[in-house]
């Protein structure tokens, strides 16, 4: 299969992180738990979440929703290596959802909800397989289905779901995201 090279969704997700710093980009359903998750890790220093590994340039929610797009919700973490290594980020992914569900979370059913690890580095990759294989020993005959790929080019989604459940969702309920606070994650629209 022949790579287009003409669409910007399909190259690399090549943005700069401070210096010092990296990014990770993890798809594990609805990104508005996800992305509170990892806000709550010592050594991460910023969430966004977005839209990723789809084959059309610049999707908003709507279209991303339609399944047409390919494009998994993601959230992209900027984290301090020295503070945070790559595998906490990794233990926070693998706790926070079902790897075993092809295309869906709970009720969240669509592409745009599969598991996914996407990697900015070769030691990322590695460290990602080593964990899937992990895991996967952990459940057994529960196959494990999520994707591990580079990254692609990160389209950050619309402001309202930025920081979405630390800022109150629809309800204006706020939910905590301070550094160790590990309250349960309440997901709502």
Known sequence: MAIDTTNSALELDLVNPEPGH???????GCFWGVELAFQRVLGVLKTEV?????????PN????????????EVVRVQFDPQVC?????????????DPTTVNRQGGDVGTQYRSGIYYYNETQARLARESMEA????LKENKIVTEILPANRFYRAEEYHQQ??????????KQSADKGCNDPIRCYG
């Not at 977005?50 to 610049?58: A, C, K, M």
């Not at 979405?164 to 309920?173: A, C, N, S, V």
């Open 22 to 28: 990296e990014f990770a980009q993890f798809g594990a």
């Open 50 to 58: 977005g839209y990723s590994q789809g084959h059309v340039p610049d």
């Open 61 to 72: 929610y709507k279209l991303v929703c339609s399944g047409t797009t390919n494009h998994v």
């Open 85 to 97: 290594p790559y595998t906490n980020l990794l233990s926070v992914f693998w706790g926070r959802h």
């Open 135 to 138: 895991k996967q020993l952990e």
């Open 164 to 173: 979405y459940l630390e800022k109150g969702g629809r309800r204006g309920l």
